[in-house]
C-alpha cells in the first residue's frame, strides 16, 4: 500500500519558537491534508492544499504542496502552549472504487514548553 | 459548517455483546462516510469506505461480518461490531466530506473497550 513518510516524529520546543514538520511519498497525490488531533478527540482539519506549489496559510500555521506532487510541508510561527498535539499529513487520491481517500502519516507529536 | 457528530464518545461492554456507533454530518449531506480504526499512539487506519443507498467497501483485512456498515440516509452510517471481543477495542473514528473532492472532516470518536 501506500506510504507517508512523515517527520519529525516529536519535537520538544520552547514556547515562541517556530516549527517545521514535512511529508513525503513515493506517489502523487490530488490533495494534501494537514490534520491535528488532541487526546480522546477526532482530527481538525488544519489546512488543504490542491494545487502543485501552492502555499497556504492559515493564521500562524503555513504549509505547501510540493511541485512534484509527492511532498509537503508545515510550519507553525511563535509556538504557543495550545499548539500542543499530534499534527498529521494527509495525502488524498481518487481510489478504484471512485471516491477520495486519504492516507495518513505516522503524525508528529508536538510538545511546547512554556 | 462540515460538522461530524459521532455517539457514543466512549462504551464499556462485555466481550461477547455488539456495539453499534453512529456517525452523522449535523449540516451537510454525505453521499460517502469513512470509517477508521486507531491504536494508541499509531495513524489511523481505514477500514472502509460507506456509501449512501449501496454496500460498503471494506480495506484488505477487515472482516465484513465483523465490522457492519449501514449508511441508509446522506446524514447517517453506522458501524456495528459484533460479537465483540478485547481485540477489538480501539478509537474508532468516521469521516464525511462535503464533496467528492472535498477534504474530510472528522468526528471525535468512539473510545471502544471489550472486558
Known amino acids: 500500500g501506500q506510504q507517508l513518510n512523515q517527520s519529525p516524529q516529536s519535537m520538544f520546543i520552547q514556547e515562541g519558537e517556530d516549527v517545521s514538520m514535512n511529508c513525503t511519498s513515493s506517489s502523487i497525490f490530488n490533495t494534501w491534508l494537514w490534520y491535528k488531533q488532541e487526546p480522546g478527540e477526532g482530527p481538525v482539519l488544519l489546512i488543504a492544499l490542491y494545487k502543485a506549489g501552492e502555499l497556504t496559510s492559515n493564521g500562524r500555521l503555513t504549509a505547501q504542496f510540493g511541485i512534484t506532487r509527492k511532498d509537503s510541508f508545515l510550519n507553525i510561527s511563535a509556538s504557543i502552549p495550545s499548539d500542543v498535539g499530534i499534527y498529521f499529513c494527509?495525502?488524498?487520491?481518487?481510489?478504484?472504487?471512485?471516491?477520495?481517500?486519504?492516507?495518513f502519516g505516522k503524525g508528529t507529536k508536538l510538545s511546547v514548553i512554556p | 459548517g462540515a460538522v461530524v457528530s459521532q455517539h457514543p464518545s466512549w462504551v464499556i461492554c462485555k466481550s461477547g455483546t455488539s456495539v453499534k456507533i453512529e456517525c452523522r454530518s449535523l449540516d451537510f449531506q454525505a453521499t460517502t462516510m469513512f470509517w477508521y480504526r486507531q491504536f494508541p499512539k499509531q495513524s489511523l487506519m481505514l477500514m472502509a469506505t460507506?456509501?449512501?443507498?449501496?454496500?460498503?467497501?471494506?480495506e484488505q483485512g477487515v472482516e465484513k461480518d465483523k465490522f457492519l456498515i449501514n449508511h441508509a440516509s446522506l446524514t447517517l452510517s453506522t458501524l456495528t461490531v459484533t460479537s465483540a471481543h478485547p481485540e477489538d477495542s480501539s478509537f474508532y473514528i468516521c469521516s464525511a466530506s462535503t464533496g467528492l473532492s472535498q477534504p474530510q472532516h472528522f468526528g471525535d470518536g468512539t473510545r471502544l473497550s471489550i472486558l
Open positions: 460507506s456509501n449512501e443507498g449501496s454496500k460498503a467497501t471494506y
Open positions: 494527509a495525502g488524498q487520491q481518487v481510489s478504484g472504487a471512485g471516491s477520495y481517500q486519504l492516507t
